[in-house]
């Protein structure tokens, strides 16, 4: 096992985390990370990430997702197809964490996976909390969730490649 496995397991958590708040922002991050050659994960079965087709594709995914959001027909996340989503691209982010940073990938997906689960249940009961407590219109609090989502896999990616393990 890596020297490295506890912060890539963070990392792996935290974009797990993000992907429970907003399911195609982190991986669209680590794909235009990858599509850029700020990492790596050429040889994985995931290496598709690394091209044109797979940035523009998850984007808009992300950007629709980010519009789709607010509108008042959303199901929850908490339900079957949202939820799905969140575990897979959570399991996803995290395999993909340990494949680039050089530590157990199994191991950082399951991280990605716990963390998508955590964050889409904090996720949903922060958001309800602040709107009930605050009395805060829905779509402010949506809002704010896409910067943390977006901001956050931003900046864990970027810390990421700038402390590179």
């Given at each position: 096992m890596s020297?490295?496995?506890?912060?890539?397991?963070?990392?792996?958590?935290?974009l797990g985390g993000f992907t429970g708040l907003r399911t195609f922002t982190p991986i669209t991050v680590l794909s235009w990370t990858l599509h850029l050659h700020k990492?790596?994960?050429?040889?994985s079965?995931?290496?598709?990430?690394?091209?044109?087709?797979?940035?523009?594709?998850?984007?808009?995914?992300?950007?629709?997702?980010?519009?789709?959001?607010?509108?008042?027909r959303t199901p929850s996340r908490l339900?079957?197809?949202?939820?799905?989503g969140r575990?897979?691209?959570?399991?996803m982010c995290g395999a993909i964490s340990g494949q680039a940073w050089g530590a157990n990938w199994e191991l950082t997906a399951v991280?990605?996976?716990?963390?998508?689960?955590?964050?889409?249940?904090?996720?949903?009961?922060?958001?309800?909390?602040?709107?009930?407590?605050f009395h805060t219109p829905d779509l402010v609090v949506a809002l704010i969730e896409d910067l943390v989502a977006v901001g956050?896999?931003?900046?864990?990616?970027?810390?990421?490649?700038?402390?590179?393990?």
């Open positions: 020297d490295n496995i506890v912060p890539v397991l963070l990392i792996a958590c935290c990492m790596s994960i050429l040889g079965s995931l290496h598709f990430l690394h091209t044109t087709p797979a940035v523009i594709v998850l984007t808009m995914f992300a950007v629709g997702e980010l519009v789709g959001d607010k509108m008042p339900k079957a197809p949202g939820m799905v575990i897979i691209f959570g399991f991280a990605g996976l716990v963390g998508a689960i955590a964050g889409a249940l904090l996720g949903y009961e922060v958001r309800r909390g602040w709107r009930h407590t956050g896999s931003i900046l864990v990616v970027s810390r990421a490649i700038y402390l590179s393990f």
